[in-house]
Each structure stands twice: as structure tokens, then as C-alpha cells.
């Protein structure tokens, strides 16, 4: 049932014309608190499917019917007046409202008539401008109207409609409150404005000292604010397609969430029923969350170093850890040694970061106990000496006779395959390589 609290239909309401009874319908909505564009909305929807039931009446619709009309304007497209091709989306949307309309038309008869609703195609990323984009705005404003205009919808989230329709008496100087009397749903509600919308309201005001307590503020339509918004967007070279004053709102939303304002005071200052609605606006600043930790965490590429095809593979001695000093031996205020030392104390990076003109990006850490360590051979004038401390390794033993060829190592595995004949620890590094 829609959320007007409606009168019931007077008696014998079926019996009178398909016509008479959607006036009948439209009147009681009127007068339960609906808006014109409500009405308006419920009209086309209700008179589109009347139009397709043909002569029949409405007390002979059943639930197939409807599922009829469904499938038809789904899958045709609906009766535009002024013609014109339409999206899918915009059909599937279209019909997520008509559907709603008269499933209420259908309660409010108290006809048992089921409604399939259309389901609403998920909206488009929010568009919001960036302080760059609103301060160009801003500084190509050709007088203190459009000035007026980009710091009114930007500091308030003030609908077009609801800005237009302001008028004088409507503004507390005293406490910097709008009272938005003709908000969305019939419902008033209390906005705030900043230091912007201040300096502008008092420019315009000194322009405009005849201004009277009922006077509209802008005194524009629409339509005029729509077309001054365009034209501001060309002089500032901000593209015209992203500034519409539905996007101003949207930039003083996101601005506010990300100035720390709470989301149910960014609800209440929109004029959000639901909170959900508000939430759409959250995306965008985890956007500038995934922003500066990209920032923060993407490394230089790394660069690849060919494994020569002599490498040998062995397995580093593991080192026992250090014990911590007796606290006895401690100096006052000293803290005590570390069980175990720095990983770069222990191990050297191997592999490309052995090769000059290569390194890696992080620190080299200490392998899994067991795993195989790729020791590069001894480069020319002791640079690999130079490079990585001396370490105790153990080297696999070599049967007599001919050696089988070594099978390169897996891709992106750090142990290749040892000879055979390569015992326990040969096994060990196997294992420890697999687990990685």
C-alpha cells in the first residue's frame, strides 16, 4: 500500500467508468498529502495501463492481465507522447514505479489483484565535483546571482526545486538556518549554511535592497537555474555534462562525510526517509580511502633477473636464536635483548638482488626453515662475496657415475629440483619449498 494514509473509495466505485475511478483514485491521493508531481507520476502509470486494458473494465482485471501488461512494456517499450527511443535501463526503471503505482491503485479498490514489481536496475555511481572543479565555479560566476547559485547549493544540498522556492523570510540570519518549506514529500526541514553561502547572501542582498520578507530569493525558475549552471560550467571549463545542481548536492554530501560529518546528520540535512539512500554517498569517499593507500603501498615495479643456468641450490644452516641477556647483566633502563636478531642480520638477499643494478623493494626476510636459498655463483672481482655475509651451507653429495640433467625450477618456486642421490636434506628442501 503506498504511504499515504488514503480515504477509503466510496461504495459502488466499480461500477462507474475506468476513468471516473482513476479521478477518484488521484483526488484521494491529493488530498492524503501528495504532491502534483506524485499525482502526476501515479496518473501516467495508472492511464498507461488502462490504455492497454482497452473497453474492459477494472472489476474483470485479473492478476494475468497484469503480468500481460508487464511482459508487453518490458519487452516493446512504453507509449512515449513525444516518441523518442529509450534505454533498457530507463524502460526497467520506468516500470519499477509503474508497477508500484498500481499495485496501491489495486489496494486502495480492494481488488485481488496481484502485481508483479519490476525490479529496479542498480543506479549509476554518484557524480560528485571535486574543490578544484567547484572552486573554478566559483571564480567564473559572471554576477553575484551565480555566485549565489554554486555557494547556496553547494554549502546546503538544497534541491533545485527547494532552492528556487525559497524566499526571504525563510533565512535566520542570526543562526544561519534555511527552513525549506517546500522539501520533497510535503515535509519542512531545517538546513545550515557556511561562511560561502554568508558572504554570498549578503553580496546579493546589497544588490537587491528591495527585497521583501515573501519575495522568492533567486527569483528564477528552474529551468533558468538548470540553463545559468550550463552556461558556468562552459566559462569555468568544468565539462557541462557533470555540473547540474543534482551533482551540487551530491559534491556537498560527499564534501560533508568527508569533513567528518556524521551520516545520520548528513541524512537529516538531505531529507533522507531512509538512511540507505544516504549511504550511496559512502562510496565515494572509500574511494579516497583505496586513493591514499594506493598511494601509500604501490612499489616501483620489480625488476627480473635471469637465473643462470649453472645455479646452484643450496640450504642455509639454521641458526640457533639468541638468548636474552640475565636480567642481572642488564644496565638500569636498558631493554632486553631480542630473542632472536633482525632478519636482515641473518639472511642476505638472494637471486636478482645479488646481480648489480637490481634490487628489491622490501627488506629480505628470513626463508622457512628447510626451504632452498638460490645462491648465485661468484661474480666477477667479488661482488657476490662483497654483497652477502659468509654463511655455513650444506651441499648435497654427488653420486659417482653420470649426473642426471637438472630440471629447471618451477615458476615462481624458490627450490628446484636436487640430484638424485641428494638424502635427507635434499628431501627437507623439497618439502619446504612445496609448503610454500
Known amino acids: 500500500m503506498t504511504r499515504f494514509d488514503l480515504p477509503p473509495p466510496p461504495p459502488g466505485i466499480l461500477e462507474r467508468s475506468n476513468e471516473e475511478v482513476m479521478e477518484a483514485f488521484l483526488a484521494a491521493l491529493a488530498a492524503a498529502g501528495a504532491s502534483p508531481k506524485t499525482v502526476k507520476a501515479y496518473r501516467a502509470a495508472i492511464s498507461d495501463f488502462l490504455a492497454w486494458l482497452g473497453g474492459r473494465r477494472l472489476a474483470e482485471v485479473s492478476s494475468s492481465d497484469v503480468a500481460a501488461w508487464v511482459y508487453e512494456r518490458l519487452t516493446r517499450g512504453l507509449r512515449r507522447p513525444r516518441g523518442g527511443a529509450e534505454t533498457r535501463r530507463e524502460r526497467q526503471t520506468t516500470m519499477h514505479y509503474y508497477t508500484l503505482f498500481l499495485r496501491s491503485f489495486f489496494e486502495w479498490l480492494g481488488l485481488p489483484v496481484r502485481v508483479p514489481v519490476v525490479k529496479k536496475p542498480r543506479g549509476r555511481r554518484v557524480e560528485a565535483l571535486t574543490g578544484e572543479e567547484v572552486a573554478r565555479l566559483l571564480a567564473a560566476a559572471r554576477d553575484a546571482l551565480d555566485f549565489l547559485i554554486v555557494a547556496l547549493l553547494f554549502e546546503t544540498g538544497l534541491r533545485a526545486q527547494e532552492a528556487v522556492g525559497l524566499r526571504l523570510r525563510d533565512i535566520d540570519f542570526a543562526r544561519r538556518e534555511i527552513r525549506v518549506r517546500n522539501a520533497k514529500y510535503g515535509e519542512e526541514r531545517i538546513v545550515l549554511y557556511g561562511d560561502l553561502t554568508e558572504q554570498a547572501l549578503r553580496l546579493w542582498l ?172 661468484q661474480l666477477p672481482g667479488g661482488a657476490a662475496a662483497a654483497q652477502a655475509p659468509q654463511v655455513q651451507q650444506w651441499q648435497a653429495p654427488v653420486q659417482p657415475g653420470p649426473q642426471p640433467a637438472a630440471a629447471p625450477p618451477p615458476q615462481g618456486a624458490v627450490a628446484a629440483p636436487w640430484p638424485a642421490g641428494g638424502g635427507d636434506g635434499a628431501t627437507r628442501g623439497r618439502r619446504g619449498a612445496s609448503r610454500r
Open 206 to 377: 546589497s544588490l537587491n535592497p528591495g527585497l521583501g520578507p515573501d519575495d522568492p530569493l533567486l527569483g528564477i525558475s528552474y529551468s533558468g537555474l538548470y540553463k545559468r549552471l550550463k552556461s558556468l560550467a562552459k566559462r569555468a571549463g568544468v565539462d557541462p555534462r557533470k555540473v547540474r545542481p543534482h551533482v551540487l548536492r551530491h559534491t556537498f554530501a560527499t564534501e560533508a562525510l568527508r569533513r567528518g560529518v556524521p551520516l545520520p546528520v548528513v541524512q537529516r540535512l538531505l531529507g533522507h526517509h531512509d538512511i540507505k539512500v544516504t549511504q550511496i554517498y559512502l562510496h565515494l569517499v572509500n574511494e579516497d580511502v583505496r586513493r591514499a593507500y594506493q598511494q601509500a603501498f604501490t612499489a616501483p615495479p620489480v625488476q627480473w633477473a635471469p637465473v643462470p643456468p649453472s645455479a646452484q641450490y643450496q640450504v642455509p644452516q639454521p641458526q640457533q636464536p639468541l638468548q636474552a641477556a640475565p636480567a642481572a647483566q642488564q644496565a638500569p633502563g636498558q631493554q632486553p635483548a631480542p630473542l632472536y636478531p633482525a632478519p636482515q642480520a641473518q639472511y642476505q638477499a638472494t637471486g636478482a638482488a645479488a646481480y648489480p643494478g637490481y634490487a628489491t623493494p622490501y627488506p629480505a626476510t628470513a626463508p622457512p626453515m628447510g626451504a632452498a636459498v638460490y645462491q648465485p655463483p
